[in-house]
């Protein structure tokens, strides 16, 4: 939990210092051609999913917190499993209180690559990627405890 509320933390401090300093709209170049600093304000999800559609989306993530906690005591605690799910939690955390607050997300990150424009994310969406990134391979690993139907991993007794 530490993990996670530091994210949770950080995540805010980021998104009330673009809300304060930025304009709706506004773009700053970081990297020319590549990467960009550019205040929007999103009423869905990943890629604008169900947009306007904020209740939804926050009865979602107050429900994934559940499962994941149903889920999380499942494995072996390892830091990597530690950082995953302290980076789900606190991506998780970051999204809902803007939702909540404010009834849309604050997103500020802008990539571009060529002509190609990468939707605006920002540090609480990144924190969910690579948590469940993480998440995955550790499964790969073998670190949770859970046998899925019809498939059997060879364990080392622990």
Known sequence: MILASFFI???QIIKLFINNYFSYGQMEVIIPNFFHITK???YGAA??????GRYLLIAIAIASFGLLYSYEISF??????IMAFGLIYGGL?????D???HGFVIDYL????????????????MCLVGGFALLLY??????????VKGFRRKRKNR
């Open 76 to 81: 072996s605690y390892k830091e990597r499993t």
């Open 9 to 11: 933390v950080f995540d």
């Open 138 to 147: 550790a499964i790969f690993k073998g670190e949770d405890k859970y046998e």
């Open 110 to 125: 802008s990539l571009n690559f060529k002509s190609y424009y990468f939707p605006i994310f920002n540090l609480a969406d």
């Open 99 to 101: 939702r909540m607050l």
């Open 47 to 52: 890629w604008s999913m169900f947009n306007g």
């Open 40 to 42: 929007i304000y999103n």
């Open 93 to 97: 955390c970051g999204n809902l209180i």
